[in-house]
Nanobody
Framework: QVQLVESGGGLVQPGGSLRLSCAAS????????MGWYRQAPGKERELVAV???????NYADSVKGRFTISRDNAKSTVYLQMNVLKPEDTAVYYC?????????WGQGTQVTVSS
């Protein structure tokens, strides 16, 4: 079992920044990759960014150059630094952890970009 707890969402003006955190606990040794997904109202959940055990990263085209995923292994925490936020980034952001034969989700944190 893996537990994921997200934090850091909120309301920000266009052009602003936010940093999301996802703290993992439990059987973290079994995790191969962690990532962030988001779901806007009326839309499907989509991948935002992912970081593998080896440190490789991948981003959605819509966030490349603006968002950065990173991790602190000592704290078992993954971060998503979001810069130059746009109204279209408004969504519930979910932390995700994957391993062989399993997948876990956090409870989600709301990010709203509005003036």
């Amino acid at each position: 079992q893996v537990q994921l707890v997200e934090s850091g969402g909120g309301l920000v003006q266009p052009g602003g920044s936010l940093r999301l955190s996802c703290a993992a606990s439990g059987s973290i040794f079994s995790i191969n990759a962690m990532g962030w997904y988001r779901q806007a109202p009326g839309k499907e959940r989509e991948l935002v960014a992912v970081i593998t055990r080896g440190g490789s990263t991948n981003y959605a085209d819509s966030v490349k150059g603006r968002f950065t995923i990173s991790r602190d292994n000592a704290k078992s925490t993954v971060y998503l630094q979001m810069n130059v936020l746009k109204p279209e980034d408004t969504a519930v952001y979910y932390c995700n952890a994957k391993g062989y034969g399993f997948e876990y989700w956090g409870q989600g944190t709301q990010v709203t970009v509005s003036s």
